[in-house]
């Protein structure tokens, strides 16, 4: 499927720390979406403004089957894809991607930088208690990327605890990170590292034992990469899922958006997109983001 969004929607956000560095040749007008504010009761119209503007902005990461873009701006992966369908549906005919680390997507989207976050950004209770999440489109495990044989045995989060001397890879407030620390894993044990290549860098350079991120990143970042090997799912690491998220404020928006996702969800169409991104539809049937919204961290 090819993605609406072209090139020139493909803006490159650095963070809220560095506000808004965007690539050249990408930027594109941002909507100016008066953020609605839960402490006022100030509630914006979110779907109006978007339909009106032809294009809501989403925060999303790059990491592939959840996010991915091609060398050509293409915007695409899991997330992005249902995001495109049901905006389509609510008649929002385009989305543009703001690439930015998983730890600035909640306060970019808080600070109005972009207007939902379509990532795999998993549901958990710190995170719920700061967005909006859409009924969860996906349901994902955890693995660990370790060297060929995994020749220190690392299978599960206890056995990391078992050994100070192992030293896992994570990104800096993802979701991997929240489950060692709700594991009381010392932070001495764990090397942060940028994104999918750089944690698999920390593996070859000796530099870590293993690398935490979702089993289908794993096989994806494998596809070109066969230095390492991928565990079975981590038996003591929660389940969880994600959908969209949205403002606290755009509740409007919120339920716009989960009533078109819920008749989405009842088309080939949604199913077609899982699969092709190489998730089990049927994983997250009955699944509901309340339920996903009690794991830990
Ligand atoms: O929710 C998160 O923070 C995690 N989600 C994905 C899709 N990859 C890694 C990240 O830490």
């Known amino acids: ?18 506000l808004g560095v965007t690539v050249a040749g990408w930027i594109t007008s941002c909507s100016s979406v008066p ?68 730890e600035s997507m909640i306060p970019g989207l808080n600070a109005n930088r972009w207007d939902v976050i379509a990532a795999g950004l998993f549901m958990k209770q710190s995170r719920c208690s700061q967005i909006l999440y859409s009924e969860p489109v996906i349901v994902s495990t955890e693995s660990f990327a370790t060297p060929k044989g995994n020749p220190k045995s690392i299978l599960t989060i206890a056995d990391i605890i078992a050994d100070p001397d192992l030293r896992i890879a ?24 940028n994104d999918g290549r750089s944690g698999l860098e920390a593996l070859k350079a000796n530099r870590a034992d293993a690398f935490m991120l979702p089993t289908l990143s794993l096989k994806s970042l494998a596809e070109s990469d066969n230095s390492f090997d991928i565990t079975a799912p981590i038996e003591d ?61």
């Not at 499927?1 to 560095?18: F, Q």
């Not at 009106?52 to 060398?71: D, H, K, L, M, W």
């Not at 997109?273 to 089990?280: C, E, M, P, S, Y």
């Open 1 to 18: 499927m090819r993605s609406n969004i072209t090139r020139r929607n493909l803006l490159r956000g650095a963070g809220t720390a560095a």
């Open 35 to 102: 953020a609605g504010n839960p402490a006022t009761g100030a509630t914006s119209n979110l779907l109006e403004t978007a339909k009106a503007q032809g294009f809501i902005r989403v925060g999303i990461a790059n990491e592939p089957p959840y996010t991915q873009v091609s060398p050509d701006g293409q915007v695409t992966g899991c997330e992005p894809d249902v995001l495109r369908a049901v905006c389509k549906r609510l008649g929002i005919d385009e989305v543009q991607g703001i690439i930015t680390p998983y």
């Open 170 to 193: 994570v990104l800096p407030g993802g979701f991997e990170e929240g489950v060692l620390k709700a594991a009381n894993v010392p932070a001495n044990q764990q090397v942060k590292v």
């Open 237 to 297: 690491a929660p389940r969880t899922g994600s959908g969209a998220a949205f403002r606290q404020g755009d509740t409007s928006f919120h339920e716009a958006y989960n009533k078109e996702l819920a008749a989405f969800k009842a088309t080939p169409e949604f199913g077609e997109i899982l699969t092709k991104w190489g998730f089990d539809s049927t994983v997250v049937e009955g699944v509901t983001a309340e339920e996903l919204c009690k794991t830990e961290g």
